[in-house]
């Protein structure tokens, strides 16, 4: 499975970006799809995931209400839409698929895309 993330870009704080992230090759195991990133010097967090069959939606605490993640149609892609930004929201990007285990943790998820960056000015 490969994974191509793009959307990031600079944008003031209070403004918005769209993420998008499609999947190819052998994508039928796919059932759930995330977001996480990592700012320089941190550790990479969850962001938000979606499971495929019944479209729940998981969002860490600093993201609700700012931030939908959503599947694209009928494709094997799932975007991010990214409002109210914040200087914090500042990081590497990256869409992940569900291997396996808790939707939060970076350890579940088995295929990583490139990673796209936001940068966020104040």
């Known amino acids: 499975v490969q994974l191509q993330a793009s959307g990031g870009g600079l944008v003031q704080a209070g403004g918005s970006l769209r993420l998008s992230c499609a999947a190819s090759?052998?994508?039928?195991?796919?059932?759930?799809m995330g977001w996480f990133r990592q700012a320089p010097g941190k550790e990479r967090e969850f962001v938000a995931a979606?499971?495929?069959?019944?479209?729940?939606?998981y969002y860490a605490d600093s993201v609700k209400g700012r931030f939908t993640i959503s599947r694209d149609g009928a494709k094997v892609a799932i975007t991010l839409q990214m409002n109210n930004l914040k200087p914090e929201d500042a990081a590497v990007y990256f869409c992940?698929?569900?291997?396996?285990?808790?939707?939060?943790?970076?350890?579940?998820?088995?295929?990583w895309g490139q990673g796209t960056q936001v940068t966020v000015s104040s």
């Open positions: 992940a698929t569900l291997r396996g285990g808790i939707y939060d943790s970076p350890g579940s998820y088995g295929y």
């Open positions: 090759g052998p994508t039928r195991r796919i059932h759930t």
């Open positions: 979606i499971n495929w069959s019944s479209r729940n939606a």
